[in-house]
């Protein structure tokens, strides 16, 4: 059986979160939230940084919670530093 992945997004502004659904023969789904402005600590001081929230919903028969941990740091830091991509 073909395993598919497959990607969602809240599609308004405003929203800060999103539960991905799933469905066969999907095996994991990821869903990018609205970007927005947050007050960061960087090195002891506020600065403004732009934040996506990232969330997954997977098969925990086919991936279990370690391995999407590891996409998760893949994808947050192909998000800060693309440049490896082109």
Known sequence: MPRTFTITSLR???GT????IFNA???ATPGLSCAHWRA???EDKLAPRSML????SRGHR?????R?????GF???RLQAPEPLV
Do not use: N
């Open 12 to 14: 308004w502004p405003g």
């Open 17 to 20: 979160g999103v539960t991905p």
């Open 25 to 27: 023969p999907e095996v």
């Open 40 to 42: 960061v600590l960087r």
């Open 53 to 56: 929230p990232l969330s997954f």
């Open 62 to 66: 086919v991936i279990d919670g370690a």
């Open 68 to 72: 999407a941990a590891l996409f998760a």
């Open 75 to 77: 994808i947050r830091d």
